[in-house]
């Protein structure tokens, strides 16, 4: 049983380049997140989905896109990178969206330069 | 809005002593609290739960603690060893709202 699933786990990118960061999960959770970590300001919500085919913006979205076209994955695009991107993500997940405990992958170290 | 907050950044500890972690919330209709342990290099885990009609949980070694009239709640982790070592973050309703986390230092 993998659980989250995060790739890649290292991203170097110049300011301006687009990607995508993979998140996939096997635990038929219906609940995905984003998460920015960044020093001293622990965890911040980048956007969430309650299932597929939907999506919404949590407290750090912009800069950020994402779909779910199905339960497992849940990726997050980054449109055109910028230094302030330069962060560690962490993908999440949890069977609802109510009062759920969160499954975390290992996390996407990006450097934007 | 709401936030959630930990009351110190580090603590440090002596290991067999016991460690608590303390953390301060905002939102008087939080009704659900998770305490999550993160290991260097490593992401989030869980360790222990509260919903709001509840006082008092304990686990193996750990026990949460919730006070709504204050709005605070702590995380006591008893005989602390090495690998306690990590960083530890409170969750409110879901994970809507993080705090900045403390991290744990264990002394041998």
């Known amino acids: 049983n993998a659980g989250v699933t995060q790739t890649p786990k290292f991203q170097v990118l110049k300011t301006g380049q687009s990607m995508t960061l993979q998140c996939a999960q096997d635990?038929?959770?219906?609940?995905m997140s984003w998460y920015r970590q960044d020093p001293g300001m622990g965890l911040r919500l980048i956007h969430y989905?309650?299932?597929?085919?939907?999506?919404d913006q949590g407290e750090v979205p912009n800069g950020y896109n994402v779909s779910r076209s199905t339960t497992e994955d849940f990726p997050l695009r980054l449109l055109s990178a910028a230094p302030s991107q330069t962060s560690v993500y962490f993908c999440?997940?949890?069977?609802?969206?109510?009062?759920?405990?969160?499954?975390f992958g290992s996390g996407t170290q990006l450097s934007v330069l | 809005g709401e936030s959630v907050g930990l009351h110190l950044p580090t603590l440090s500890v002596q290991e067999g002593d016991n460690s608590i972690i303390n953390c301060a919330y905002s939102n008087s209709a939080s009704d659900y609290f998770i305490w999550y342990k993160q290991e260097s290099g490593k992401g989030p885990q869980f360790i222990i739960d509260?919903?709001?009609?509840?006082d008092k949980r304990q686990g193996q070694r750990v026990t949460v603690l919730l006070n709504k009239t204050v709005k605070h709640l702590s995380l006591q982790i008893a005989a602390t060893q090495p690998g306690d070592s990590a960083v530890y973050f409170c969750a409110e309703n879901h994970g809507l709202s993080f705090g900045a986390g403390t991290t744990v230092t264990v002394r041998a």
């Open positions: 989905s309650v299932g597929a085919g939907i999506t």
């Open positions: 635990m038929n959770h219906e609940y």
């Open positions: 509260i919903r709001s009609n509840m």
């Open positions: 999440a997940s949890s069977y609802s969206y109510l009062d759920e405990k969160l499954f």
